[in-house]
């Protein structure tokens, strides 16, 4: 089983370009979720999903986007890339949370 | 809003030293605790789960123990080794949410 999958691991964007972090896994879990992760700041949850066509925000929503059409894939959108949003992002999913939560390995995104 | 808090923020013993994390959290009200070990540039990889229901969980050398009352939960690494050193992150669980604590960034000296 390949899991959670994110791509790409590292990213550099310049200031106002927009992409999209792509997360797929192939365990058949309806939660996904997308956390930020910044130097002695814990991760962050940024949006959740409980099921395919569903999303809800999190702690820090604000400059993304995402969307849930299939149950495998969590794509999550930036719009206009700011420097603030330098940081590395987890992709994660579960079956149910009471039993706990598969990570990704990462992107790094840079903002320049 | 739940707040998980970790503390030691770093530590470093030498090899084969017992060691405790520790771990609190604000809102008693959770559904799980678990713990996470990260390596520099890389993921999360789970350690240990942890119901509501429960007192605490072992595998191999770790042992980690939740106390919902108080709000604590301690992982405890006995006969620390070098492959150890990694940072240690808990995280509760509170209606749909993952929350995160800072982390302890443990260095075990050979």
């Known amino acids: 089983n390949a899991g959670v999958t994110q791509t790409p691991k590292f990213r550099i964007l310049k200031i106002g370009q927009s992409m999209t972090l792509q997360c797929a896994q192939d365990?058949?879990?309806?939660?996904m979720y997308w956390y930020r992760q910044d130097p002695g700041m814990g991760l962050k949850l940024i949006y959740y999903?409980?099921?395919?066509?569903?999303?809800d925000k999190g702690e820090v929503p604000n400059g993304y986007n995402v969307s849930r059409s299939t149950t495998e894939d969590f794509p999550l959108r930036l719009e206009l890339a700011a420097p603030s949003q330098t940081s590395v992002y987890f992709c994660?999913?579960?079956?149910?949370?009471?039993?706990?939560?598969?990570f990704g390995s990462g992107t790094r995104l840079t903002v320049v | 809003k739940q707040e998980v808090t970790q503390i030691p923020a770093a530590l470093s013993v030498p090899e084969g030293e017992n060691l405790v994390l520790n771990c609190s959290f604000t809102?008693?009200?959770?559904?799980?605790l678990q713990w996470f070990r990260q390596d520099p540039g890389k993921g999360l990889t789970s350690l240990l789960l942890?119901?509501?229901?429960?007192r605490e969980q072992t595998s191999g050398r770790l042992n980690a123990s939740l106390d919902k009352s108080s709000g604590r939960s301690t992982l405890y690494i006995a006969a620390s080794q070098p492959g150890d050193s990694a940072t240690y992150l808990c995280?509760?669980?509170?209606?749909?949410?993952?929350?995160f604590g800072t982390g302890t960034s443990l260095t075990v000296i050979p």
């Open positions: 942890i119901q509501s229901s429960q």
């Open positions: 995280a509760v669980v509170t209606g749909n949410q993952f929350y």
């Open positions: 994660a999913s579960s079956h149910d949370p009471d039993y706990g939560y598969t």
């Open positions: 365990m058949n879990h309806n939660y």
């Open positions: 809102d008693s009200a959770i559904y799980n």
């Open positions: 999903s409980v099921g395919a066509g569903i999303t």
